[in-house]
């Protein structure tokens, strides 16, 4: 692996994570970035906990020897199923100085500025809910908080699908917001636990109360990142700063161009990639 300063890796199972990268990108410009979509094997959301911890970290070792000394899981799914175990198992025998950083604590750190009931909703993939990775992260820093869960399937494949002003997306954004509010008439504040989910943004506003604040987590966990390196300069100082963006996926470089756009706001160009058995 390389040892000298590298990019800032970004891992994400698709093109969830570049709403992330692109927050990232407008809180650190100066730094470089490498984005890792696993195209080929997404999505990850309905995977078993082995598949996802499996996938996940092949692809952060990939970014290892790419330079990376950091890589945030810009994933959910891989932040629930996949972080814990890599970072207290994998990590000691890989490299102790690198660090992999998730999704979920961030935003759960956040959260008790934010809510007023301490009656919080979330939006997620089937895994991250089952996971109950948002519950009990929550619960760490703010035990009297309650939080209520609402897995959305059809979510992610309306919006890479770009069926997201359609009836189809207004019956299913509908849907999940009326049963996820049905738990409780007191929530205050719903977190987007998907990084597909921002772009459904001005639906969900349709039909969610104007009082309940979104949280997506871009904004948060960029803010968090940047936090992260002032603390410890040790790994800002091996984070190399060029201002360079780098594009790779591990399916049609093509195809996910094409997508790539919507999710992070301009144009890119990436490269195909083999990651593990690929």
């Given at each position: 692996?390389?040892?000298?300063s590298?990019?800032?890796?970004?891992?994400?199972s698709?093109?969830?994570?570049l709403?992330v990268?692109?927050?990232?990108v407008?809180?650190?410009?100066?730094?470089?970035?490498?984005?890792?979509?696993d195209?080929a094997?997404?999505?990850?959301?309905?995977?078993?906990?082995?598949s996802?911890?499996?996938?996940?970290?092949?692809c952060?070792k990939?970014?290892?020897?790419?330079?990376?000394?950091?890589?945030?899981?810009?994933?959910n799914?891989a932040?629930?199923?996949?972080?814990r175990?890599?970072?207290?198992?994998?990590?000691p025998?890989?490299?102790a100085?690198r660090?992999?950083?998730?999704?979920?604590?961030?935003t759960?750190?956040m959260i008790?500025?934010?809510t007023?009931?301490?009656?919080?909703?979330i939006f997620?993939?089937?895994?991250?809910v089952n996971?109950a990775?948002?519950v009990?992260?929550?619960?760490?820093?703010?035990p009297r908080?309650?939080?209520?869960?609402?897995a959305?399937p059809?979510w992610?494949?309306?919006?890479e699908?770009?069926?997201?002003?359609t009836?189809a997306?207004?019956?299913?954004?509908?849907?999940?917001?009326n049963?996820?509010?049905?738990?409780?008439g007191?929530?205050?504040?719903?977190?987007?636990g998907c990084?597909?989910?921002?772009?459904?943004?001005?639906?969900?506003r349709e039909?969610v109360?104007?009082?309940?604040?979104?949280?997506?987590?871009g904004e948060?966990v960029?803010k968090?990142?940047?936090?992260?390196l002032?603390r410890?300069?040790?790994i800002d100082a091996?984070?190399?700063k060029?201002?360079?963006?780098?594009?790779?996926?591990?399916d049609?470089?093509?195809?996910?161009?094409?997508q790539a756009?919507?999710?992070?706001?301009?144009?890119?160009?990436?490269h195909?990639v083999?990651?593990g058995?690929?």
């Open positions: 692996m390389k040892s000298s590298g990019p800032i890796g970004v891992f994400d698709g093109y969830g994570g709403t990268l692109k927050e990232l407008e809180e650190l410009p100066a730094y470089d970035f490498l984005y890792l979509g195209n094997r997404a999505p990850y959301g309905n995977r078993s906990f082995e996802v911890y499996a996938f996940t970290l092949q952060v990939y970014l290892f020897d790419e330079g990376c000394h950091l890589v945030i899981l810009a994933c799914t932040s629930a199923k996949a972080l175990t890599i970072q207290q198992n994998d990590l025998t890989i490299d100085s660090r992999v950083l998730g999704v979920i604590r961030p759960a750190e008790g500025r934010i007023y009931t301490n009656q919080v909703g997620a993939t089937a895994g991250t996971s990775s948002y009990l992260e929550i619960e760490k820093f703010f908080i309650s939080v209520y869960q609402e959305c059809m992610v494949p309306l919006v699908n770009n069926e997201i002003d009836p997306t207004d019956y299913f954004v509908q849907r999940h917001i049963q996820l509010l049905s738990q409780s007191e929530i205050d504040t719903i977190i987007l990084t597909h989910y921002p772009l459904l943004i001005p639906k969900i039909f109360p104007p009082h309940i604040t979104i949280l997506q987590q948060v960029a968090s990142l940047k936090d992260y002032e410890h300069p040790e091996v984070c190399s060029n201002e360079k963006l780098r594009f790779l996926t591990t049609s470089s093509e195809n996910f161009d094409k756009e919507v999710f992070f706001g301009r144009s890119i160009h990436s195909t083999s990651v058995s690929l």
